[in-house]
């Protein structure tokens, strides 16, 4: 690395403000010895060295540190050398920093080499190495630290796209069986089939098809599929034998089922026929319909992943992108180019976003998961400053929870899944300084506290409960992952406790009946796979015994009795 002439410096330094003077005099008069071996000289932590912190860089991590990266990081990894408050100031080819309170300099000479010069190095000009050579932690830092919506998709750029953490089928499969009594696979079967949904269907066509005319009251051909899928997930957990959820994926790859997607033209909405229906998107429905199998999907990869030979993983992931290909395709209206057009169908956005979230980050995709982020942030910069989706509190009358929770379940899935790469979009505020978890906890205070609903039009005021606990539409799935959001105050933790207690088996009569979450637009069984609240196996009625006697000796003999 070259220093700069005393010459051009002192010339330089004349029209400088703030501390660029004493910047020029103390390079002018460093010493020239610039090698790596300067930084182990005097009581220069040894820490800030490349060599000490031993990053290596991936040309996997595409993104490039910015400097206001390297500085936040440096003050937040070296508070007692680099207290934070200093500004960034420009010196010809250094951008520095002065901390007055250790009186050292920190710069970066080129937009590339990182030096420190100071009473610490007896003013000496240290060279601590070049801006790649503190990408990992200074990503790392950055990732943890956002609190704008705008920094979202910068801060997922900044992964390793070939260490993208998406289902953790260890801790999932460690979750069921410590959440055993929430995992029975049978349990919902009497519901999924008088929704006319087969349950032990082996055969499902190409085509994603709608029958039903009403936009409130239809059937789509995939939900058989997405059961079957998720309870030989379920099941996977407990036999660690993968072959019947290999065989069901290995039918829906043959058959490459759902890839096509039907044109259907609703005819009413709850009876009525209002003029907007005219223009409903043909392929409104099925395209995010496609994208509940792809969650699916991708969910039975990571329970795959580590067992399954590579060429039929390869045959997941081709089958896959077919299934995104014709969601990110469909005639629905969403535009990525277009803001409002995503905030329109806000509910039909989230559970995109969900499941391009989700295959990117399985698949190593960071196209799909690029989408996918452009729907969480528009969706999140919609929100107002009561953290609410402003369509639904004026369209949908008599709907306005349901589409609400509808869109916050499968974003707080997606939040779920960031996470697991260090990245927090739950707190994180929008302009308006809405954010998701405040969000969720304003709709989870009116599904459980009607008095709280002053602010609710009583045209969009929605008294049921009857789908909070399963449901395609509107279920509050995602109180398992709010409850383990271990941020959560106090306050917003007792909301989320009183959400799981829907779960719950009721003895009242006409009330919610079952114990545990399961969603097709989430990943199936939400309590079973996610939940730190175990529950207990009182709630299981007597005639599942083949399930409760399993519970108790964990045989391989008895779980092949129970009904899946």
């Avoid at 830092?141 to 260490?163: D, K, M, P």
């Avoid at 269907?201 to 009251?217: A, Y």
């Avoid at 509808?406 to 954010?435: C, H, R, S, W």
Wanted: glycine share 6%; net charge negative.
């Amino acid at each position: 690395m070259r220093l700069t002439s005393l010459l051009l410096i002192l010339a330089l330094s004349a029209c400088g403000t703030d501390h660029t003077n004493d910047f020029a005099n103390r390079l002018a008069h460093a010493t020239s010895d610039t090698s790596e071996k300067q930084a182990n000289v005097r009581d220069l932590p040894q820490s800030l060295s490349r060599r000490a912190l031993a990053v290596s860089v991936n040309p996997a991590e595409s993104a490039a540190v910015t400097e206001s990266q390297f500085f936040a990081w440096a003050e937040a990894a070296f508070p007692h050398l680099f207290p934070v408050g200093s500004a960034t100031q420009t010196l010809e080819t250094y951008r520095y920093r002065y901390y007055p309170q250790t009186d050292l300099y920190l710069a970066i000479e080129d937009a590339r080499h990182v030096v420190a010069i100071g009473q610490i190095t007896n003013w000496a000009l240290v060279a601590l190495g070049t801006l790649e050579d503190f990408r990992g932690p200074v990503h790392a830092h950055f990732r943890a630290s956002i609190t704008r919506t705008e920094q979202i998709a910068e801060a997922v750029g900044t992964l390793n796209s070939n260490n993208y953490q998406a289902w953790n089928w260890t801790t999932i499969e460690a979750n069921a069986n410590r959440n055993i009594a929430l995992c029975d696979p049978g349990y919902w079967a009497a519901s999924l089939t008088n929704a006319g949904l087969t349950k032990d269907s082996t055969i499902w066509p190409q085509t994603l098809t709608i029958s039903g005319t009403d936009l409130t009251d239809f059937k789509v051909n995939n939900f058989g599929a997405n059961t079957r899928l998720y309870r030989e997930i379920n099941r996977l957990a407990f036999s660690r034998n993968p072959e019947r959820l290999t065989r069901v994926l290995q039918l829906l790859i043959d058959q490459q089922s759902f890839t096509l997607l039907a044109d259907h033209r609703f005819l009413t909405w709850r009876g009525t026929e209002p003029k907007w229906l005219l223009s409903y998107p043909l392929q409104a429905e099925t395209g995010w319909r496609a994208g509940q199998t792809l969650v699916a999907v991708s969910l039975a990869y990571a329970a795959l992943k580590s067992t399954a030979v590579p060429d039929f993983l390869q045959s997941v992931v081709a089958y896959g992108d077919k299934l995104a290909e014709a969601m990110v395709g469909a005639d629905d209206g969403i535009d990525f180019d277009d803001p409002a057009s995503i905030t329109r169908g806000a509910d039909r956005s989230s559970r995109m976003t969900l499941a391009l979230v989700a295959w990117g980050l399985t698949t190593q995709n960071r196209a799909y998961l690029s989408q996918g982020i452009t729907l969480l942030v528009t969706l999140l910069d919609h929100l107002d400053t009561q953290s609410r989706m402003p369509k639904f509190m004026t369209d949908h009358a008599g709907f306005e929870l349901v589409y609400t929770g509808e869109t916050f379940q499968t974003l707080a899935f997606a939040a779920y899944l960031l996470m697991q790469n260090g990245i927090d979009v739950f707190p994180v505020k929008n302009a308006n300084g809405g954010a998701l978890l405040n969000g969720i906890e304003w709709t989870f205070t009116r599904y459980f506290d009607p008095s709280s609903r002053v602010d609710i039009p009583a045209t969009q005021n929605e008294n049921s409960l009857s789908r909070a606990r399963f449901t395609t539409d509107s279920s509050i799935s995602y109180a398992e992952i709010v409850h383990a959001y271990p941020s959560l105050s106090e306050a917003q933790r007792n909301i989320a406790r009183t959400a799981l207690a829907v779960r719950e088996k009721s003895i009242e009569p006409n009330t919610l009946q079952g114990y545990g979450f399961y969603e097709l637009s989430a990943p199936g069984y939400s309590s079973c796979f996610f939940s730190i609240d175990p529950g207990s196996a009182s709630f299981i009625p007597p005639y599942r015994s083949a399930w409760l006697r399993f519970i108790e000796t964990r045989d391989p003999a008895d779980l092949d009795e129970v009904d899946y």
